[in-house]
């Protein structure tokens, strides 16, 4: 059970996680000790606006994650978009969060792939009005920025920010944050499921209990 310090930040983690695995973990867990944050939310939509329907059903999505975090007192489940229902806008999200924690900093958390396209977000130029923005990359490679369109580079540039400010201020900083990145992707893992070839060590066990017991992604 998380113990909250009204001043530590949060980190706000969205995704399909269908399934999640350990490239949804081991970044997070690494970025909850560098920036000290007092926990990780990890918040599975119900209807991703930029991405396919998942396959998966809410529910046992929400029970994946459950049994994948369980052993991590820093990490917690937070249901809020699938009880919203809907597309599951990241601003409704954030702006829910800031009322529930004024005096805390947000962090909205996503790896490069994910910055390079915000400004295709529902109303993207909003988010830090209510959060900072935490971009996490491999270790000495931040070469996609290069990839980033006018629009983003610009964004970031105007906003970039050192660790220190994401604790003075509530929102409004964008960082650059290296971490350890897994190769592994959800639809990698649905693909060996459907071609009958092992998941081991991709994902904790508990969810590969959970997938074989409902039979997902057959």
Known sequence: ?????????????????????????????????ILGLDHVRFIPAFLPPHKEKPQTQADHRLEMVAQAIKEEPFFVLDDREIKRG?????????????????????????????????DQWYHWQEILDYAHIVVSHRPQTVSGI????????????????????????????????????????????????KNEQSIRFLMPEAVINLIKYYNLYQ
């Open 1 to 33: 059970m998380v113990i909250l310090d009204n001043r530590a930040p949060i980190g706000i983690y969205g995704g399909t996680f269908d399934p999640i695995h350990f490239g949804h973990l081991r970044p997070n867990l690494e970025l909850c000790e």
């Open 86 to 118: 809907g597309a599951s806008y990241t601003i409704d999200t954030l702006k829910g969060l800031r009322r529930e924690f004024p005096d805390n900093p947000l962090c909205l958390l996503m790896g490069m792939d994910a910055f390079s396209g915000i």
């Open 146 to 193: 290069d990839g980033w369109s006018e629009t983003v580079r610009t964004f970031y540039l105007a906003h970039q920010s050192d660790r220190e400010m994401f604790k003075k201020s509530l929102c409004g900083s964008i960082r650059l944050e290296a971490v350890t990145q897994l190769s592994i992707s959800a639809t990698d893992v649905r693909n060996r499921l």
